[in-house]
């Protein structure tokens, strides 16, 4: 005998000894078939349950289905409704599929404060030092830096390692700038220039500024090397200043680095020479 019925779409099925079937018709009127025998199945299958377990969908081929409320609770929820089928292999198997969510990195925003956080964790593990060590000498380069919190930001993690690891050097150096150029914005040298802080050498920084004055008759030094910091290489850019009067003899050099800085600073050469990132005008005595 064959009864006629509606797609299940919920099983409630209590555990008192008698197990009532309750179906809900789709709004669509597709019908099916259900075999006494699956009904059976069905109750005696959900009988055996507690009143708290949750029954299974059972299909109309007689399968146990997966539905969307299992995918949002534990194992151990499912493992009472996994005995319906009397298989062990069934019951083992886990769901075939799993939810989670994705984020496009398009539509991310990093804060200052997140860019921060960032950062003190690289450095932290790149040096083996807590996150509140690092954290409390970024805060002392940003006051060396002049509180540019977004040079100290836009630094890779490898550079920002090393001056935390030189901490004490990089601040001599800052010292060191200041005293020998006090009219110069160290500070925004600093923040265009951070590989300063590593590159000089502290103890020459006091004759850097007569050896310049004796090549540069009359140039305002301070201001020069505020923006051209590549100068403080005395050695190199003499070099440079040579070898530009000697592919240009009798011109006024002075005036080519006023007019064509360039070609003056693209001179130098050696080892210890600082990368040399913007040209401006060469500012008047």
Known sequence: MIIPSAPLHELHVHSSRQATLQSHISRRDRKTCLTHEHLARICVATSAQPDNARSPYIGTDGRRKYTWE??????????????????????????????????????????DDLKS?????????????????????????????????????????????????????????????????PTADVAKMVSQHPTLLLAINPEGLPEVAPKLSAILPGVNVDRLVEQHPSVLDVNSFEQAVSEAKRLMPGKDVVELLRNNPDFILSLQRGSNLIPYDGVGDLPAP
Do not use: H
Request: one cysteine or more; glycine letters at 4%; charged letters at 30%.
């Open 117 to 181: 956080r960032m950062q003190q964790r690289l450095v932290s593990e790149k040096l083996d030092i807590p996150e509140e060590q690092v954290e409390a000498c970024l805060v002392e380069l940003q006051t060396l830096m002049a509180g540019s919190k977004d040079a100290l930001l836009r630094l890779k993690p490898d550079l920002v390692a090393e001056m935390v690891q030189r901490l004490p050097e990089v601040a001599a150096r800052m010292i060191g700038l200041r005293a020998a150029f």
């Open 70 to 111: 299992e995918a949002f609770t534990s194992r151990d929820d499912g493992d009472a409704a996994a005995q319906v089928d009397g298989s062990a292999a069934e019951r083992e198997q886990s769901v075939p599929w799993s939810m989670g969510w994705q984020a496009s990195e398009r539509r991310m925003v990093l804060t």
